[in-house]
């Protein structure tokens, strides 16, 4: 298990796919930050904060999908 931390700024734009099963992910916003995730976030533990407004958008023809061979060791 891991620890991911994402902090935007007013710039930051972030697209795909956060993926720690076992891990934390935390993502947040400094001042003045409008940041767009559009992102699926997959983890143990997600936490979202932040001093300013953050949209997070999830779009299913962008999920990640797990190949079936891949699903038969799980």
Known sequence: ???????????STFR???LAPTGD??????NQTSAEYA???IG??????????IN???DASTAVVIP???SQHE
């Open 25 to 30: 992910i935390s993502i947040g916003g400094t």
């Open 44 to 53: 143990w533990n997600v936490t979202v904060g932040g001093n300013s407004s």
């Open 68 to 70: 079936a061979a891949a």
């Open 16 to 18: 795909g796919t956060i």
């Open 1 to 11: 298990p891991g620890k991911i931390n994402i902090v935007g700024t007013s710039e």
């Open 39 to 41: 992102v699926q976030v």
């Open 56 to 58: 997070i958008t999830y």
